[in-house]
Nanobody, 123 residues
Framework: VQLQASGGGLVQAGGSLRLSCATSGRTFSNNGVGWFRQAPGKEREFVATISTWTGDTRYADSVKGRFTISTNDAKNTVYLQMTSLKSEDTAVYYC?????????????????WGQGTLVTVSS
């Protein structure tokens, strides 16, 4: 599974961005798709995940109520809508995919990873 993350950029605090994670050659049917992020000098952390089979979602407490993960009808793209961005959201954001319907917040459960897209929030 090849994943292509896009949509990062520079935004002011309080602004919004939408990240996209596209798969080529197949769809995200029966998969868990997650977003993780890694800030400079910090470990990678879980952000959000969605089951493309059930539509169930889960979020990190730090982004709950501000970020929304979703998939398109074709199930070949997963989005992360980010609103009310804060400086602490600055990081490289990675999308990832795993087989199976269960949600997971652990990076080691995901076998496929995109290349990352940089989000910079200026205060």
């Amino acid at each position: 599974v090849q994943l292509q993350a896009s949509g990062g950029g520079l935004v002011q605090a309080g602004g919004s961005l939408r990240l996209s994670c596209a798969t080529s050659g197949r769809t995200f049917s029966n998969n868990g798709v997650g977003w993780f992020r890694q800030a400079p000098g910090k470990e990678r952390e879980f952000v959000a995940t969605i089951s493309t089979w059930t539509g169930d979602t889960r979020y990190a407490d730090s982004v709950k109520g501000r970020f929304t993960i979703s998939t398109n009808d074709a199930k070949n793209t997963v989005y992360l809508q980010m609103t009310s961005l804060k400086s602490e959201d600055t990081a490289v954001y990675y999308c990832s995919a795993r087989a199976g319907r269960a949600l997971s917040t652990y990076g080691y459960d995901y076998a496929y990873w995109g290349q990352g897209t940089l989000v910079t929030v200026s205060s």
